[in-house]
């Protein structure tokens, strides 16, 4: 599996740190960042946010807190995993 980085947490310190990767095989996008706190959880697993869905969070998936400072990456990763899901690899 190979990993293109396209960014990480401008105000990150030395360890742990959002940041965005997209997954050159299947476009995916790769987030690593803070997981969400507890009233953020609660909040978000109180209600059903679409039709047809369970509330909560299953427990194969997680919320993740990625800073707006983060937009600028997450943009640039979405354009490639984009073009990459489109068959132009070029980034």
Partial sequence: MAL???GI???TEKDGSATV???EETADLIFQA???EAPLL???SSQSWAPGHS???PAHEGVFRIPA???PFIRKAC???ERRAAGSPEL
């Fill in 21 to 23: 990767w997209v997954e």
């Fill in 42 to 44: 609660e909040k978000i």
């Fill in 79 to 81: 354009d490639a995993a």
């Fill in 9 to 11: 947490d401008p105000n």
């Fill in 69 to 71: 400072r983060m937009v």
């Fill in 55 to 57: 509330a909560g969070v």
């Fill in 4 to 6: 293109e980085f396209f």
């Fill in 34 to 36: 803070e997981i969400a």
